[in-house]
């Protein structure tokens, strides 16, 4: 677990071992500045792990609420949520469930997807909706199928169409039918022509749309910009130094760091990320003193 204090944030220190010389922050605590998340004694069974956006006014928050009656796990993301499960991952909720999408929803399931509802279904689609069956396409209704267009429905087949009525078939436009039942077929309408002219009518025709492809647009989308310094133990920046960053893409780029020892880049895809630093010169491990001839000569000068 890695938490890294924020600039004005009130922090315990420790020292190790005593020494003034190797403090180590082991905590932090709130103040008049920096405020509980919750005001107390009010939210006094919330645990609360709340950051804040560094350089924005944001935060990320994961709280527990524990009040005997009301208890809730809240999550916040002040931006998005990445989930990543190596193998199965099972949800079972034994009440209601919510979903509000204020935009698009992409899902892409590789292999079978398998829905059961044991009661009713209803959807609602605003505008259009485009179904595209590469193999075959079975439906069956236990009673009643009905179908409603307020224009035009339009059954079209390669080869043939069947359609098959244990009782009666009808075919109906304006004041005149066709029914065909056991005792026969009736034609009723002001004329029945037969062989006098005249041309079929004709349908829209198939107009659908492909579905979008959600991990290139989850990609296109999630691109982030990535910032990066390269200093020696001493803090000390290697400006000037070439570097070659190979994105999670496969992508390579390439560029030099500036005074600061530092380097940007934009349009960064989602992923890890390596960078490799490429020096002119060779590194040279220069020879220290040990301790104890430090600690000696410090003595002597200390005599004199």
């Given at each position: 677990?890695?938490?890294?204090?924020r600039?004005?944030?009130?922090v315990?220190?420790h020292?190790?071992?005593?020494?003034?010389?190797?403090p180590?922050?082991?905590?932090?605590?709130?103040?008049?500045?920096?405020?509980?998340?919750?005001?107390?004694?009010?939210h006094?069974?919330?645990t609360?792990?709340?950051?804040?956006?560094?350089?924005?006014?944001?935060?990320?928050e994961?709280?527990?609420?524990?009040?005997?009656?009301s208890?809730?796990?809240?999550?916040?993301?002040?931006?998005?949520t990445d989930?990543l499960?190596?193998?199965?991952?099972t949800?079972?909720?034994?009440?209601?469930?919510?979903?509000?999408?204020?935009?698009?929803?992409?899902?892409?399931?590789?292999v079978?997807?398998?829905?059961?509802?044991?009661?009713?279904a209803?959807?609602?689609i605003?505008?259009?909706q485009?179904?595209?069956?590469e193999?075959?396409?079975?439906?069956?209704?236990?009673?009643v199928?009905?179908?409603?267009?307020?224009?035009?429905?339009?059954?079209?087949?390669?080869?043939q169409?069947i359609?098959?009525a244990g009782?009666?078939?009808t075919?109906?436009?304006?004041?005149?039918?066709v029914?065909?039942?056991?005792?026969g077929?009736?034609l009723?309408?002001?004329g029945?022509?037969l062989?006098?002219?005249?041309?079929?009518g004709?349908g829209?025709?198939?107009?659908?749309?492909?579905?979008f492809?959600a991990?290139?647009?989850?990609?296109?989308?999630?691109k982030?910009?990535?910032?990066f310094?390269y200093?020696d133990?001493?803090?000390?920046?290697?400006?000037?130094?070439k570097?070659?960053?190979?994105?999670?893409?496969?992508?390579?780029?390439?560029?030099?760091?500036d005074?600061?020892?530092y380097?940007?880049?934009?349009?960064?895809?989602?992923?890890?990320a390596r960078?490799?630093?490429i020096?002119?010169?060779a590194?040279?491990?220069?020879?220290?003193?040990?301790i104890s001839?430090?600690?000696?000569?410090l003595?002597s000068?200390?005599?004199?």
């Amino acid at each position: 677990m890695m938490a890294i204090p924020r600039v004005g944030h009130e922090v315990v220190v420790h020292f190790l071992n005593g020494d003034p010389d190797q403090p180590i922050i082991t905590g932090r605590t709130y103040n008049a500045n920096n405020v509980t998340p919750y005001p107390l004694p009010e939210h006094k069974t919330k645990t609360v792990i709340r950051t804040e956006t560094h350089q924005g006014d944001g935060y990320n928050e994961l709280s527990f609420e524990d009040q005997s009656g009301s208890e809730k796990i809240y999550l916040h993301a002040q931006k998005d949520t990445d989930t990543l499960v190596e193998n199965d991952a099972t949800t079972h909720i034994k009440h209601n469930q919510s979903t509000t999408i204020d935009n698009d929803r992409y899902s892409h399931i590789k292999v079978n997807d398998h829905h059961t509802v044991s009661g009713e279904a209803r959807t609602k689609i605003a505008k259009s909706q485009t179904l595209m069956i590469e193999g075959e396409l079975h439906v069956k209704a236990g009673k009643v199928w009905v179908n409603e267009a307020g224009t035009e429905i339009h059954i079209k087949a390669g080869e043939q169409v069947i359609i098959e009525a244990g009782n009666e078939i009808t075919l109906k436009a304006g004041g005149s039918f066709v029914k065909v039942d056991p005792s026969g077929v009736s034609l009723s309408g002001a004329g029945v022509n037969l062989n006098s002219g005249g041309s079929a009518g004709s349908g829209s025709g198939f107009a659908g749309e492909m579905p979008f492809n959600a991990k290139a647009l989850i990609q296109e989308e999630k691109k982030h910009i990535m910032e990066f310094f390269y200093m020696d133990p001493e803090l000390q920046p290697y400006a000037g130094t070439k570097y070659k960053a190979v994105l999670s893409d496969g992508t390579e780029l390439t560029g030099t760091l500036d005074e600061d020892g530092y380097a940007k880049l934009e349009n960064v895809p989602n992923g890890v990320a390596r960078i490799h630093y490429i020096s002119d010169e060779a590194f040279v491990d220069t020879p220290r003193e040990s301790i104890s001839k430090v600690v000696n000569r410090l003595d002597s000068l200390l005599g004199e």
